[in-house]
């Protein structure tokens, strides 16, 4: 079974920094790109940031919002890939999930419509 779960997240002050986890089972995860989503309440998910496939991390991509103060790497060991945060801001708060697309050796990018499997998420708050 496929399955994505995501960890780290949490309540901190604006200017702290965070890491997230997702680890995967059911797949090797190094084989997948894989994206950071986010979701405010009463907004849209947004896109966080995605990281090619392969057992580097390459040139990952990010979304504006978090661009210069969010980086995603891959530890393939672990199976997992990590979304460090750092300077978060209050309008960062939102569940933060991982995602994969259906096929390995794809690169959806940005578009969320593109991956299959989904994590839970993982709560961060940030306080001002």
């Known amino acids: 079974q496929v399955q994505l779960v995501e960890s780290g997240g949490g309540l901190v002050q604006a200017g702290d920094s965070l890491r997230l986890t997702c680890a995967a089972s059911g797949l090797t995860l190094s084989l997948y790109a894989v994206g950071w989503f986010r979701q405010a309440p009463g907004k849209e998910r947004e896109f966080v940031g995605a990281?090619?496939?392969?057992?580097?991390?390459?040139?990952?991509d990010y979304g504006d919002a978090v661009k210069g103060r969010f980086t995603t790497t891959r530890d393939v060991a672990k199976n997992s890939v990590y979304l460090q945060m750092n300077n978060l801001k209050p309008e960062d708060t939102a569940v933060y999930s991982c995602a994969v697309p259906r096929l390995v050796g794809t690169a959806p990018g940005r578009d969320q419509n593109a991956y299959e499997t989904w994590g839970q998420g993982t709560q961060v708050t940030v306080s001002s």
């Open positions: 990281i090619s496939w392969g057992r580097g991390s390459g040139t990952p």
